[in-house]
């Protein structure tokens, strides 16, 4: 780990255990970008990294220096307007209506360590032993304006961390534009790969070459959407999982954002990453500053395993609340799809009875204990339970959960509004709404005003009220709208773009306020299942419902665009229902299980009406998972490369334990073929010396047998049984132990 400064040459070069990232201060007294990459050794200057060409027809910065052309220089943190007609990282409008902005290098700090923004959800190093910041000052002299560009460096992740601060020192200035991070590469020889999608399909993996132009993924729906997730990739063309090189990038934001890939005439690539500038605008008066989110970058020589694996380590140290980082999550079973809203205490209870004596460790009640709730549309607002359900009121329900040495978790919606609620009719004010306009429903729901302190302090008595009363383990925090009608009732119509951000912020004060009041307590975030699926909810519920969709052959597809920007515990996996709720399909409990292994593992369906041979397989699931459950949350993850991975019928997956004692693979095949050819699954991350057993076996296999030779598999139909069983949405385990 080492932060590298020529002061003569005003020269930065940061390193990392196994990268290089290298900028220094141009004539223009701005900063320019050399080189993101593996490690290289550190010189005085980078003059061939620095090389300068004159161009016709292209604005250069003064007679004197007709190659200084802003246009093919590439840049940390660019503006608009003098020059450079790419995207900008910024933009500013003056008190006198200009927006072009002068920044010159001022000077550079070195501190050790990473401290926590104060209202943002952020990186941090605790135990200051792997990270070292750098902040690089510039002033805009005419302007009395300050902006520090931060970067921390996490040596052992290979992480590079990015965000900006604006500080106003003399008249109002409004901004329009702050993204969080800027990377200019040298060429455009490169695939975006995105995670995109809808409700019930999140995160499916999207490879596209790059192409001279803008491309881009972003939200403006105030959440970081289902539609489009704010991780994304650019790779080499060959690239795949094990070989060739990446960058990751992620957002430490859970409002709108944008992530936009621009080449240009040159065939250059500029990254931008940060919130998304549509719907966004910042008002500094003097004094006033304004602090970017933080954004995240790393690069990998070998594949996508590698890179998902430094940012798992990466978020497992600096950005997961610690208390949970390496804590195992319990089982649960959640009542959702088993009783939905239609349910009271003696309903529930039978299910608590079986799921004790199945061994599953937690019950979670889910939306409609509380006011009046029969139907979506009433009482949200109103956090107080509904009595005629619960006889010995929700305190009483869950002394009898927790009797049994159960936890028990609740579901909340903290921040929405019914109009049908005792809250509505109180301060109706509290709801979004734009005056004069229609406001327009979603789930009969509608939107309180989050940026509004008097609401977060409602919401954090009422919530804190029903925590100590029932003495709570979990809280599912759900969010399933997003906002219309997008208006602040308390502010002034100059600061009405600041709404969105003012929003979020409100969102994270109340999560901090409860999470610091009751540490021990496990959220997992919501919002109709993957809409908000992001490193700002991360940073304060270390988990997050990975989708609506249960079903388990989706669920393939969306846990494994997940992994690659983010690690198994951060995703809930539930086993649910046959047919499926959401596509109908018929698996069996076997694959069902099996995909809801990879993730904080439960059930949601009502196992008092399951066959006693199914609640048995349950139990040996619950066992099964318990036994193996550090490695399926925290293993080292990869995602197999086989010869029969070529397409979307199979995907292989694999966990292995730090010391490489233990490691399960899991073969998921969608659909059975006629006379298939010979299957062997390869190992990977083993010990090439150390002896294995599989599924234990007898005979013996070294890693580099099973790593280079493989594991023969069984076709899934055995021919020569007069019995055909089901082949279609099959599963297969393959648990390698060191002998």
Request: aromatic letters at 14%.
């Amino acid at each position: 780990m080492s932060i590298h400064v020529n002061e003569e040459q005003k020269l930065f070069h940061l390193q990392t255990a196994k990268t290089s990232y290298i900028f220094k201060i141009l004539e223009n007294g701005g900063a320019g970008q050399l080189y993101y990459g593996p490690r290289v050794p550190v010189k005085d200057a980078y003059t061939n990294l620095a090389s300068r060409e004159e161009h016709d027809c292209t604005n250069t910065l003064t007679v004197e220096q007709p190659d200084f052309q802003l246009e093919l220089i590439k840049q940390e943190y660019a503006g608009l307007g003098k020059g450079d007609y790419r995207y900008p990282a910024y933009q500013i409008t003056y008190h006198d209506g200009s927006r072009t902005s002068e920044f010159k290098y001022m000077g550079y700090r070195i501190i050790d360590g990473k401290e926590r923004l104060a209202d943002l959800p952020s990186s941090f190093d605790d135990q200051g032993d792997d990270a070292q910041t750098l902040d690089v000052v510039f002033k805009d002299e005419y302007e009395n304006i300050a902006l520090t560009l931060h970067y921390t460096i996490f040596d052992k992740e290979d992480v590079i961390v990015r965000s900006a601060t604006f500080l106003n020192h003399g008249n109002d200035i409004m901004l329009d534009r702050a993204l969080s991070l800027q990377l200019d590469l040298p060429d455009a020889k490169y695939d975006m790969v995105q995670f995109s999608g809808s409700w019930a399909r999140e995160r499916h993996l999207i490879r596209t070459p790059l192409r001279a132009g803008v491309q881009s993924i972003s939200s403006l729906r105030d959440a970081s959407s289902h539609q489009h997730n704010p991780f994304f990739m650019l790779a080499r063309p060959h690239t795949d999982n094990n070989h060739g090189g990446a960058f990751g990038f992620n957002f430490i934001y859970s409002g709108n954002f944008l992530d936009s890939v621009e080449v240009d005439q040159f065939d250059t690539t500029r990254v931008l990453v940060g919130i998304n500038p549509d719907e966004f605008g910042w008002k500094l008066s003097d004094g006033d500053s304004f602090q970017t989110p933080e954004a995240i970058m790393t690069y990998s020589a070998d594949g996508f395993n590698q890179l998902s694996q430094q940012l798992a380590d990466f978020y497992q140290d600096h950005l997961i609340n610690p208390h949970f980082a390496r804590q195992e999550r319990p089982i649960l079973i959640n009542n959702w799809e088993a009783t939905f809203m239609d349910f009271n205490e003696d309903k529930l209870m039978p299910i608590v009875d079986e799921a004790h004596k199945l061994g599953i460790e937690m019950f979670v009640l889910d939306d409609g204990w509380f006011g009046h709730r029969d139907d979506d549309k009433s009482s949200l607002g109103d956090w107080f339970v509904d009595e005629k359900k619960f006889a010995t009121g929700i305190d009483g329900f869950a002394k009898k959960v927790h009797d049994k040495g159960m936890k028990f978790g609740l579901w909340f919606e903290p921040e929405m509004i019914s109009i049908d609620s005792k809250l509505y009719e109180e301060h109706p004010d509290w709801m979004i709404s734009t005056p004069g306009r229609q406001s327009t429903p979603a789930r009969n729901q509608y939107v309180l005003d989050m940026s509004r302190k008097e609401v977060v302090d409602y919401l954090f008595d009422h919530i804190s009220a029903i925590i100590k009363k029932t003495k709570l383990d979990y809280i599912k925090w759900d969010m399933n709208r997003n906002i219309t009608e997008m208006f602040g009732a308390q502010l002034p119509a100059d600061r009405q773009l600041e709404f969105a951000h003012r929003y979020i912020l409100g969102v994270y004060q109340l999560y901090a306020r409860l999470t610091a009041a009751f540490p021990k307590i496990l959220f997992e975030s919501c919002a109709s299942g993957g809409g908000r699926f992001d490193l700002g909810m991360m940073y304060y519920a270390p988990q997050a419902w990975c989708s609506d969709d249960t079903d388990a052959v989706e669920r393939i597809k969306i846990q494994d665009g997940t992994s690659y920007g983010y690690q198994q515990s951060m995703w809930g996996a539930h086993v649910s229902a046959v047919p499926n709720d959401q596509v109908g399909r018929l698996t069996s409990i076997a694959t069902r299980a099996a995909v809801a292994y990879f993730g904080d593992f439960g059930y949601e369906l009502d196992i008092t009406k399951l066959p006693q041979a199914e609640l048995d397989e349950i139990k040996d699931q619950v066992v099964f998972y318990k036994k193996y459950r550090q490695l399926f949350q925290f293993g080292k993850f990869y995602r197999l490369e086989n010869a029969d991975t070529a397409n979307d019928n199979v995907y292989d997956w694999e966990v292995v334990n730090d010391d490489q004692s233990e490691a399960i693979v899991a073969r998921f095949q969608i659909l059975n073929g006629a006379n298939p050819a010979y299957i062997r699954i390869y190992f990977a991350g083993l010990d090439p010396e150390k002896q294995y057993t599989v599924n234990d076996g007898d005979e013996k296999f070294s890693g580099a047998e099973l790593m280079n030779a493989g594991y023969f598999v069984p076709r899934i139909m055995d021919r020569t049984k007069p019995e055909k069983d089901p082949s279609d949405f099959s599963s297969r385990l393959f648990v390698a132990k060191e002998a």
